[in-house]
């Protein structure tokens, strides 16, 4: 497993894509930040959760970008029949890729930390909600991340994947307000589509410095069951028909 | 040791492999050969646990390979058909990247050893990418070698490679053949087969449809074949119709560019025969061989004819 994690590790730090996706986190949330501070001037102390929220949102987009190589490009390129008939669990094939990526995001994550060591600097927000924040995108980063993989695992294509995750994360995302749609239809539905949006279990706990554990719960669990489906996806090749 | 007991492999209704049984003992290098389409990859595919089997068993080293398939891949070394690489790699990253993954003790060693075996070691720190075709499969062939498998599974290795790479690449897979290590390597022509193996298995149409040591089976072959001969003292076409037709297994005699050209009847090798009428007869034969079919349009033949046969069932 901590082959294939280096592998991909190393990989993002040759890839073009993976530094244009951090180019372009660093440089919208960089504006945000100071049209936010600037709005804000003399009018509101100045908190992190703006830069936060704002960063969880590109991400439904930047995310797949670093997904849809990882099993899709293995495919595409016959390198698949390799990993597959070498003594590794498929499980380890897929959760070293999985941390790679989630390493990656991790980077990207604590690159951001600037704006909340700047507004240390210049003023006293809060430090609690600032932490918790990270901790929630954290684990946020892992469970969209493992539902860019599934949909690598889905195809050989890689816009492919990176599209169909894309929409995924966007339904997801929005899940919360989906759900109103379907309150007329019963409430319990409308009720369980909500619990799943991604944004939902992060604006209104982590960002705000509220720790509570079934948003944690979401993630985690959201993230484990996408890396189970994936290691379904990529062993079904082994089944018997 | 590789075992195969009547593996059968579908895609669909699609039957790629058809009840196919053979061995591979230790210290032999069997070739699988057969023509596009025969199955030969979906069968490797099946013994390296890459896809799982219809029906039938398949054990690598003792181990079944749907039993256990990790403890049967740690067996095998494979190089399958399209050789997989990664192309920003360099030529050491990739095959430490194999030993690691295979947990191969003293890998450094292992590695360096494995790129002097098929001659990369000058290469080592070129980009995959940057490499020629022939040298792509000498990086497989290393990656394949690095972890010493007694088990050696060769998807074509020769396959788009100039005159001169196979030539080599002939010369690394026949010195592959270690005292206990069994080799399998398909290949769609005969001569190749004939160099490197000590064993043929033809498989057509899923089946094996001929299986033997390369004479042998050259011999089993050419029997129901033609065979041109050509005389110093040339008698009329008349006589030697009247010598070689009564002999057991010849079909006719026809004349051919200075020469005669025997038919033998299918299914009977009567060279030597014919060769002793002739000589009885009193003509000095100058020259004696195969007539038409090289052996490969002679393999072509069986191939096609098994595979009509099995179209009419
Ligand atoms: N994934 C698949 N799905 C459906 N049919 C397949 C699949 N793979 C192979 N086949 C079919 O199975 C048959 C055997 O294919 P296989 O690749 O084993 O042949 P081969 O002997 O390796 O041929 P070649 O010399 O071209 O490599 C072919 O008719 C092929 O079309
Ligand atoms: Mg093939």
Not at chain 1, 86 to 95: I, R
Not at chain 2, 216 to 237: C, H, I, K, M
Request: with cysteine; charged share 20%; net charge neutral.
């Amino acid at each position: 497993m901590w082959v294939v994690f280096k592998r991909e590790m190393r990989q993002y730090f040759t890839s073009p894509i993976a530094y244009l996706v951090a180019f372009a986190v660093l440089f919208l949330t960089g504006i945000t930040f100071t049209s936010d501070l600037r709005a804000r001037s003399g009018l509101a102390p100045a908190d992190g959760s703006v830069i936060q929220g704002f960063f969880a949102f590109v991400m439904i987009f930047l995310a797949p970008l670093l997904t849809m190589r990882l099993l899709a490009e293995e495919t595409r390129e016959g390198t698949i029949e390799l990993l597959l008939t070498l003594p590794v669990q498929d499980g380890a094939v897929v959760f070293g890729k999985f941390l790679g990526a989630w390493a990656y995001y991790t980077l990207l994550l604590l690159a951001t930390l600037v704006y909340p060591i700047l507004l240390i600097a210049l003023g006293n927000p809060d430090i609690g909600a600032m932490i918790a924040g990270t901790i929630g995108l954290w684990l946020y980063g892992g469970s969209i991340l493992s539902v860019g993989l599934l949909f690598s695992a889905l195809t050989e294509n890689q816009i492919v994947a990176g599209f169909l995750s894309m929409a995924a994360l966007f339904l997801l995302w929005l899940a919360d307000s989906i759900g109103i749609l379907f309150a007329g239809i019963s409430v319990e539905a409308a009720e369980f589509v909500r619990t799943l949006s991604l944004r939902g279990h992060l604006s209104t706990s982590f960002l705000l410095g509220i720790f509570r554990p079934e948003d944690a719960v979401f993630y985690i669990g959201l993230t484990a069951v996408m890396l189970l489906i994936t290691i379904q996806i990529v062993g079904a090749r082994r089944w018997r028909t | 040791m590789i075992e195969v007991r009547n593996l059968t492999r579908r895609y669909g209704q699609f039957v790629a492999v058809d009840d196919i049984s053979f061995q591979a003992r230790p210290g032999e290098i069997v070739g699988f050969l057969g023509p596009n389409g025969a199955g030969k990859t979906t069968t490797m595919r099946v013994l390296t646990g890459y896809i799982p089997p219809t029906s039938g068993t398949v054990r690598i080293a003792g181990v079944d390979v749907m039993e256990d398939s990790l403890e049967a891949r740690r067996h095998t070394g494979y190089l399958p058909e399209t050789v997989p690489l990664y192309p920003d790699m360099t030529v050491r990253e990739m095959v430490n990247f194999v030993a690691d993954l295979r947990g191969v003790a003293s890998r450094r060693a292992r590695v360096d050893e494995a790129l002097a075996q098929v001659g990369m070691t000058e290469r080592a720190g070129s980009l995959i990418r940057s490499l020629s075709k022939g040298m792509r499969q000498r990086v497989g062939l290393a990656q394949a070698l690095v972890h010493s498998p007694p088990i050696l599974i060769l998807d074509e290795p020769t396959i788009g490679l100039d005159p001169h790479q196979v030539i080599e690449v002939r010369d690394l897979v026949r010195g592959l053949g270690a005292a206990d290590r069994t080799v399998l390597f398909s290949t769609h022509i005969l001569s190749e087969a004939e160099q490197v193996c000590d064993r043929v298995l033809i498989i057509a149409g899923g089946r094996i449809v001929a299986e033997g040591a390369p004479d042998a089976l050259r011999d089993s072959l050419q029997r129901g074949g033609r065979v041109y001969l050509r005389l110093a003292n040339a008698p009329e076409l008349k006589q030697v119709r009247r010598v070689l037709g009564d002999v057991a297994g010849v079909a006719g005699v026809e004349s051919e560019s200075g020469g005669f050209v025997v038919q033998m009847v299918k299914g009977m090798d009567a060279r030597a025969a014919v060769a002793g009428e002739a000589v009885r007869a009193g003509w000095r034969v100058l020259e004696m061989r195969p007539w038409g079919a090289t052996l490969e349009d002679i393999f072509l033949e069986f191939t096609a004819s098994s595979r009509t046969i099995k179209r009419r069932r």
